[in-house]
């Protein structure tokens, strides 16, 4: 190996050693989570990732979704008035003419559906967590 792409590896593999300053595994729009509602979200996350895993698909939500390139990400809202999809669309900048179906309140928590073109879902849950709301969001396509 010549001495410059020697030099680009070691460039590569010390910036991937390092951690993220962010968890990519909780997207925030808003005020960042408490360590205790981040840490939730995160195992959340981690669960959810497993039990695709196990199902042989990408998103344990969207369960038996065709997409590979998809999983569940968990999103934090903070405190504040969440409990609609609405509300919880909004907070997200998800276009105001997507229209929630398939609403089922879950004790505590609720879940919410998008459906799009091509057979296009985007599954919702979200509740309430450490003095806040969040959630997991999955995509997929269903057949």
């Not at 509602?37 to 990732?49: D, G, M, P, S, T």
């Not at 609405?86 to 900048?93: E, S, T």
Request: one cysteine or more.
């Amino acid at each position: 190996m010549d001495p410059t792409t020697a030099a680009t590896v070691a460039v590569l593999r010390a910036a991937s050693a390092r951690p993220l300053a962010f968890d990519a595994m909780v997207l925030s729009p808003g005020p960042r989570p408490s360590e205790e509602a981040a840490r939730c979200l995160h195992e959340l996350a981690e669960a959810a990732q497993e039990m695709a895993a196990a199902r042989a698909c990408s998103s344990a939500l969207v369960n038996g979704s065709e997409s590979d390139d998809t999983g569940d990400v968990a999103f934090w809202l903070g405190p504040g008035d969440y409990g609609s999809a609405a509300k919880v669309l909004g907070a997200l900048g998800i276009a105001a003419d997507a229209t929630p179906t398939a609403v089922e309140p879950l004790g505590g928590k609720f879940s919410f559906r998008i459906e799009g073109a091509d057979a296009r879902v985007v599954v919702f849950l979200v509740r309430e967590i450490a003095g806040g709301w969040g959630g997991l969001a999955g995509v997929g396509t269903w057949t």
